[in-house]
């Protein structure tokens, strides 16, 4: 059982009160660029996809051809000491999960998410340096083409990472409801996935081989307090250092590095445990519950060491507080010193457990 003391650590600020969204959205969306068969701003017209559609982003963040930056200082000045800049090339993908422009991950079946994860497996594998210990094991992807990855080509150099993620709603940034995410591939590793590789090596330097979050998903699931579900392959929970109230981490059970360590029933169970969390959070508030997630797996190219020490896990990043209106913000002391507590993990994982079974818009509409 948790700690007492713990259950009156948290920060019980108010957050900040927005009007609720009472939006119906359609299932075709002709003004949509996402729908199949519409046009995108570059002039291309989507296909009449089923499950996932992948492309290029036409407003692609980083690019493939992008010229060297040359600092005009060099001399040991304070300008060459402070002002350091390097050039990032990439390529951005964006990955549909359905055609219907009214879904989201809380609405598909495992069945229907089980595209999605080969959709990324299928572009991971196609992005991996012929070097890395994983291209050995890989399976042999079907770029290109086909049927759900029109639009995606094989890159023209080596990257070093890949990151997948989705922003749902408007209060994470997303304009458009079509249930889609992205792919960022970059020439370098990005911060948050190196601090948590250096850790990950660091451990298993320490540990005798021993893989931290394999462990942690061992001693969480031995303790079960902040634990929302779990399977044979993977833990859902609210980790201990959870700065959002309802942040949740997907984690391994077994050490796997990336998506191509997966097998068949290793990815049905990622997928059934994906609509789990995704539907527990809609049941919680009973609303489309906004979130950030990203996948944090092995880089594309990196030394034996770092691939060995990753670990498989994505993280759900959501800002809702209280209900479906009030919102929780990082200022002040969390922006200036530290993050604090609006509820425990513990607290959290207990509202989320009772959250499961039927989508509620779903039971909802049965009563109608």
């Known amino acids: 059982m948790p700690e007492p003391v713990l259950d009156d650590i948290s920060h019980r600020g108010r957050g900040q009160q927005e009007a609720a969204t009472g939006t119906v959205v359609p299932p075709y969306d002709p003004s949509c660029y996402l729908c199949p068969g519409n046009k995108r701003a570059a002039g291309e017209v989507n296909p009449d996809y089923v499950n996932t559609f ?13 010229a060297n930056y040359e600092p005009p200082d060099r001399d040991g000045s304070l300008s060459s000491l402070f002002l350091r800049a390097e050039s990032i090339t990439g390529k951005c993908y964006v990955v549909t999960f359905a055609s219907s422009h009214n879904l989201t991950l809380a609405d598909l079946p495992p069945r229907d998410i089980i595209p999605i994860i080969n959709t990324w497996t299928d572009l991971y594998t196609a992005h991996l340096s012929p070097s890395s210990p994983l291209a050995k094991t890989a399976s042999a992807t079907a770029l290109p083409p086909s049927s759900h990855n029109t639009g995606a080509t094989h890159p023209r150099t080596q990257y070093r990472y890949m990151q997948i993620f989705e922003n749902k709603g408007a209060a994470m940034g997303c304009s458009n409801p079509h249930p889609h995410g992205q792919i960022w591939t970059t020439s370098s590793l990005p911060e948050e996935p190196a601090i948590e590789l250096e850790q990950l090596k660091s451990y298993h330097r320490e540990r005798g081989g021993c893989h931290m979050l394999k462990d942690y998903a061992q001693l969480e699931s031995d303790q079960q307090e902040r634990t ?5 392959a993977f833990i859902a929970i609210c980790p201990w250092w959870a700065t959002w109230p309802f942040e949740t981490m997907i984690v391994s059970r077994q050490h796997r590095r990336a998506l191509t360590d997966f097998s068949a029933e290793e990815v049905s169970l990622l997928a059934e445990i994906m609509a789990e969390v995704t539907t527990r959070y809609d049941n919680l508030f009973e609303t489309q519950f906004p979130y950030s997630m990203g996948v944090h797996q092995a880089p594309l190219e990196g030394s034996e060491e770092e691939i060995e020490c990753s670990h498989f896990h994505i993280h759900f990043y959501p800002p809702l507080l209280r209900s479906a209106t009030v919102r929780k913000f990082l200022v002040g002391y969390e922006m200036m010193a530290e993050p604090q507590r609006d509820i425990t993990p513990e607290q959290a994982a207990e509202r989320l457990r009772g959250c499961g079974g039927a989508l509620y818009r779903k039971s909802t509409a049965g009563r109608q």
């Not at 992948?54 to 992008?66: H, L, P, R, T």
């Not at 929302?228 to 044979?232: H, L, P, S, Y």
């Open 54 to 66: 992948v492309f290029v982003n036409d407003y692609s963040a980083v690019k493939e051809e992008q």
């Open 228 to 232: 929302i579900f779990e399977n044979a």
